[in-house]
């Protein structure tokens, strides 16, 4: 199941909630280096995935943001932008190989696809 947080300062409250119901998961968000308000999410985000006795786990797209990533800017309709922009780079089998290693955190739980 995938979970769209409407923003990275929303996933502390995902993982409270998927914490206390003892729900094992993968955080995936960008690292956004260089705004300051993100090193505190980003820190809140670390603490909370090892909270109680689960082994959850974060893949953090670096060093900045996915928008930057796959070369597109939206102030409005993000995941739409970014839904289009995915579709355009893998027509033109341009995918970046960290987009691809998100992905691979999201349904595999590793970097790489399983043989």
Not at 5 to 26: A, D, E, M, W
Not at 55 to 83: C, Q, T, V, W
Request: proline letters at 5%.
């Amino acid at each position: 199941m995938l979970i769209d947080c409407l923003g990275k300062k929303s996933i502390p409250l995902f993982q409270k909630v998927l914490n206390h119901f003892r729900i094992k998961y993968t955080v995936v968000h960008d690292e956004d280096e260089g705004k300051p308000d993100a090193l505190v999410t980003n820190a809140k985000i670390e603490t909370l995935l090892s909270a109680g006795d689960m082994e959850n786990s974060r893949y953090m797209i670096s060093p900045k943001d996915l928008e930057d990533m796959l070369g597109y800017h939206a102030k409005k309709h993000k995941p739409y932008e970014a839904l289009m922009a995915i579709a355009d780079l893998c027509q033109n089998d341009c995918l970046p190989v960290e987009f691809s290693r998100a992905m691979n955190w999201v349904y595999f739980e590793q970097e790489t696809e399983p043989a």
